[in-house]
């Protein structure tokens, strides 16, 4: 079946432009998450929602970024006014029921990001 | 604060030998400890899940160890393959908890 799908799969920004990046999760998937990972580094979390309920939003770096996913299916991650320290692969990650550490986290390809 | 450690330096090994992986944290207490790998220009794809009470897991020609007085986990590939050159990321809980903290990763090159 299908798996998590991301798009844009690359997407450059000049500096102060504003992004989105979107996660099309695995069908029926309750959870989705957001990551964040820069080159050589591991994923860092930035954001979980339950359906359409954003339950945690503890990593996103500054106000600039703001995540959504109004029907609780497709997710939207926006980062206003881009810098270059955004830089980075966003990951989209869907699970089945709540999330928790036993269920299986799938991942999509990613979007990389490059702030000129 | 908390830190997760993996081998700094990337692993090269010979087609048919066991290749191992550490993943040292320290200020933290994980009830779970997953392994992922990454393709590069893929995402990461779950491999295996032990939890704190658990010494040892395996799953065909993976075993990974969880030693929480050492506070040190071990991932061991054996039989090696070209096809098993990836990036091999390990991923702390504290609890069932969706949150994970990841290491940085040490990629592996299988040569034939």
């Known amino acids: 079946g299908a798996g998590v799908s991301q798009s844009p799969r690359y997407k450059v920004a000049k500096r102060g432009q504003d992004v989105a990046l979107r996660c099309d999760p695995i069908?029926?998937?309750?959870?989705l998450f957001w990551y964040q990972q820069a080159l050589g580094q591991g994923p860092e979390f930035l954001t979980y929602?339950?359906?359409?309920?954003?339950?945690?939003k503890s990593g996103l770096p500054s106000d600039r970024f703001f995540a959504e996913r109004p029907e609780g299916s497709v997710s939207t991650l926006k980062i206003q006014r881009t810098q270059q320290e955004d830089s980075a692969v966003y990951l989209c990650?869907?699970?089945?029921?709540?999330?928790?550490?036993?269920?299986?986290?799938?991942f999509g390809p990613g979007t990389r990001l490059l702030v000129l | 604060s908390q830190k997760i450690e993996q081998n700094s330096e990337a692993l090269n090994i010979q087609e048919g030998k066991t290749a191992t992986l550490t993943c040292n944290y320290t200020?933290?207490?994980?009830?779970?400890l997953q392994w992922y790998r990454q393709d590069p220009g893929r995402g990461p794809v779950f491999l295996l899940l032990?939890?704190?009470?658990?010494k040892e897991k395996r799953k065909e020609r993976l075993k990974v160890t969880f030693d929480t007085t050492l506070k040190q986990s071990l991932f061991h590939i054996t039989a090696s393959q070209p096809a098993d050159s990836a990036t091999y990321l390990c991923?702390?809980?504290?609890?069932?908890?969706?949150?994970?903290?990841f290491g940085a990763g040490t990629t592996v090159t299988v040569r034939a």
């Open positions: 032990i939890r704190e009470n658990e």
């Open positions: 929602f339950q359906n359409e309920a954003q339950l945690d």
């Open positions: 200020n933290y207490s994980p009830a779970y």
């Open positions: 069908s029926g998937h309750v959870s």
């Open positions: 990650a869907s699970s089945l029921n709540s999330g928790g550490v036993e269920e299986t986290q799938y």
């Open positions: 991923a702390l809980a504290p609890s069932n908890d969706y949150k994970l903290s």
